[in-house]
């Protein structure tokens, strides 16, 4: 069974603080998915990026990076220099590419609170 | 992106009615929908995976004859949650694919209170 563990809780910074949200996951696939999805006190799900599990690139969008590292089974992710406007929970996802065909199995999420 | 709606985003009924909640997938015909129930500071749980024109596949726990799930079309799934009581108070979310090797794409959610 696949399990996403987000150890992290809540976390507070003060604006333009860089700060790395955690990702652990569990599968026995050799092919899978990960994600990072935000979601903003309105409720809705922000798509942020999909990885497949065979490009462990690390990826860089504006102030957001990843970092997969398959050796630790970790996804962790990375805002450097917040905004208030970053503060919102985000959620680590996986997606077995076999079986479960695209079934989303979610992380607990990490609250972000950017404070000026 | 894909863009998908939900219908109505809150609603309030009375213990003991039903309410449905619809997904729409505006510009892209899903195969495959999912809907997720979040409980307040709480992760998204998976309460099934419907395939438009078969019946939905529910998860460990989830009452199928208290969710009704519908994927009559392409473009359209309905949870109708049935004789609802203040513990079915949630969020509800869908997602849209439009496939099993495709991605998901989410709706903006359901509020759902159940006085």
């Known amino acids: 069974a696949q399990k996403v563990t987000q150890a992290q809780t809540e976390i507070s910074v003060v604006e333009k603080e860089d700060v790395t949200l955690d990702c652990v996951y569990e599968?026995?696939?050799?092919?899978?998915?990960l994600f990072w999805y935000k979601q903003p006190p309105s409720g809705e799900l922000v798509f942020l990026i999909r990885?497949?599990?065979?490009?462990?690139q690390n990826e860089i969008s504006g102030r957001y990076s990843w970092n997969f590292q398959k050796s630790t089974s970790s996804f962790n992710f990375t805002i450097t220099a917040s905004q208030v406007v970053d503060s919102a929970v985000y959620f680590c996802?996986?997606?077995?590419?076999?079986?479960?065909?695209?079934?989303?199995?979610f992380g607990t999420g990490t609250q972000l609170k950017v404070e000026l | 992106g894909a863009v998908v709606s939900q219908h109505p985003s809150r609603v309030i009924c009375k213990s003991g009615t039903s309410v449905k909640i619809e997904c729409r997938s505006l510009d892209f015909q899903a195969t495959t929908m999912f809907w997720y129930r979040q409980f307040p500071k709480q992760s998204l749980m998976l309460m099934a995976t419907s395939n438009e024109g078969s019946k939905a596949t529910y998860e460990q726990g989830v009452e199928k004859d208290k969710f009704l799930i519908n994927h009559a079309s392409l473009t359209l799934s309905t949870l109708t949650v049935t004789s609802a009581h203040p513990e079915d108070s949630s969020f509800y979310i869908c997602s849209a694919s439009r496939g099993p090797r495709y991605e998901q794409y989410f709706g903006p959610g359901t509020r759902l209170t159940v006085t």
């Open positions: 990885r497949n599990s065979f490009d462990e």
């Open positions: 996802a996986l997606s077995e590419a076999t079986g479960g065909g695209n079934k989303l199995t």
């Open positions: 599968t026995r696939d050799t092919t899978y998915y």
